[in-house]
């Protein structure tokens, strides 16, 4: 059974900086490429940042150049490092596989990231 928990949220005031944390088991974690997603309130979850097996990332274009995704296969863990934090960003940050992401499965608790103006 996938199992993944994320941490690290937190408030920060806008223009801080945040790391969160997804560890996740249950999976072959090095063959899986990983998604940290987002949701805010009233709003539909979104995908923020992705890192391949192959250790290719892609961003959505309002977070490129302040986010940062990795991954440690040792540690089973992937990782989102935030800067220059706004306000928008606010949101319930989950980090899923892309495939199960797809099919709307094994979503975690979250961890829930406010930043104050």
């Known amino acids: 059974q996938v199992q993944l928990v994320e941490s690290g949220g937190g408030l920060v005031q806008a223009g801080g900086s945040l790391r969160l944390s997804c560890v996740a088991s249950?999976?072959?974690?090095?063959?899986?490429?990983m998604g940290w997603f987002r949701q805010a309130p009233g709003k539909q979850r979104e995908l923020v940042a992705a890192?391949?097996?192959?250790?290719?990332?892609n961003y959505a274009d309002s977070v490129k150049g302040r986010f940062t995704i990795s991954r440690d296969n040792t540690k089973r863990t992937v990782f989102l490092q935030m800067n220059s934090l706004k306000p928008e960003d606010t949101a319930v940050y989950y980090c899923?596989?892309?495939?199960?992401?797809?099919?709307?499965?094994?979503w975690g608790q979250g961890t829930q990231v406010t930043v104050s103006s």
């Open positions: 890192i391949t097996s192959g250790m290719s990332t």
């Open positions: 899923n596989t892309l495939a199960g992401a797809s099919r709307n499965l094994d």
């Open positions: 249950g999976i072959i974690f090095s063959m899986n490429a």
